[in-house]
C-alpha cells in the first residue's frame, strides 16, 4: 500500500488532538457528573467547557448554538463547566456537532474557550435541578392549568410600543419580554435598581391572590 493512499486512512496531528480532547470529555463527563454519552444522533447534545462555570453566558452560547437550527431548550446548570442543549430536530443536533465541536468561542474575560460536544440520549433536566431547595421555598408542581396557561399567553401584548412599559426584544428564532425586571442574557441576572414601569399583567393578580389562599391552606394543616 503506498503512502498516498494510506494518508487517506490516517487523521492529521489536529484530528488526532481533537479527537482525544473530545474523548477525555467524555470520560470526564462520565466519571465526574454521571453522565453518559452516546455513539449516535440525538437531538440532545452536552458541550463541554460551554457552561456558566467556564464563564460562558447563556446569550453567547445561544448565538453560538442558533447558527445549527432552533434550540428547543437549554440547561445550563450552575458552577458547571458544561451545558445541555436539545434541537428541534436530529439534523439541526447532527449540524451543530459536525460544525461546533472544536470551534473556539470567547468568554466573558476574553478568555478563548474550545466547545466539545457529545450526543445524549436525553438530557436529565429534572435530576439536575438543585435537589436541596432554600428553607422556606416550597415548589407546587402544575400550580397552573392548561386553560390558565392560554390565559396568560393570551393576555401578552406584542403590539405595543417596545420603549413603553416593559422590555421586549427578538432573538434570532424567538420573542421575548420581560416583566419586572428586564433579564440580562450576558450574565443570567437582573439588574435590581431598574425595575420596569409595566409591572405584570392585570391576570396575574387573580393567581396570584389564589396562591397566597393554597399557601394558607397549607400552613393550615402543617405543610410548610
Not at 463527563?29 to 444522533?41: F, K, N, Q
Not at 474557550?113 to 428553607?135: C, D, G, H, S, T
Not at 401584548?157 to 428586564?182: A, C, I, M, P
Not at 435590581?192 to 393578580?205: A, E, H, Q, T, V
Request: hydrophobic share 35%.
Amino acid at each position: 500500500m503506498d503512502s498516498s493512499h494510506q494518508s487517506n486512512y490516517k487523521l492529521s496531528k489536529t484530528e488526532k488532538k481533537f479527537l482525544r480532547k473530545q474523548i477525555k470529555a467524555r470520560h470526564t463527563l462520565l466519571r465526574h457528573e454521571g453522565i453518559e454519552t452516546v455513539s449516535y444522533a440525538t437531538q440532545s447534545l452536552v458541550v463541554a467547557n460551554g457552561g456558566l462555570g467556564n464563564g460562558v453566558s447563556r446569550n453567547q452560547l445561544l448565538l453560538v448554538l442558533e447558527k445549527c437550527g432552533l434550540v428547543d431548550a437549554l440547561l445550563m446548570p450552575p458552577n458547571k463547566p458544561y451545558s445541555f442543549a436539545r434541537y428541534k430536530t436530529t439534523e439541526e443536533s447532527k449540524r451543530a456537532y459536525v460544525t461546533l465541536n472544536g470551534k473556539e468561542v470567547v468568554d466573558d474575560l476574553g478568555q478563548k474557550i474550545i466547545l466539545y460536544l457529545n450526543f445524549v440520549e436525553k438530557a436529565q433536566w429534572k435530576e439536575l435541578r438543585p435537589q436541596a431547595l432554600p428553607p422556606g421555598l416550597m415548589v407546587v408542581e402544575e400550580i397552573i392549568s392548561s386553560e390558565e396557561e392560554k390565559m396568560l399567553l393570551e393576555s401578552v401584548d406584542w403590539t405595543e410600543d417596545t420603549d413603553n412599559q416593559n422590555s421586549q426584544k427578538s432573538l434570532k428564532h424567538r420573542r421575548v419580554k420581560h416583566f419586572g425586571y428586564e433579564f440580562h442574557y450576558e450574565n443570567n441576572n437582573v439588574d435590581k435598581d431598574k425595575p420596569l414601569p409595566g409591572g405584570l399583567p392585570d391576570i396575574c393578580d387573580s393567581f396570584l391572590e389564589k396562591w397566597l389562599r393554597e399557601a394558607e391552606k397549607n400552613s393550615e394543616v402543617g405543610i410548610h
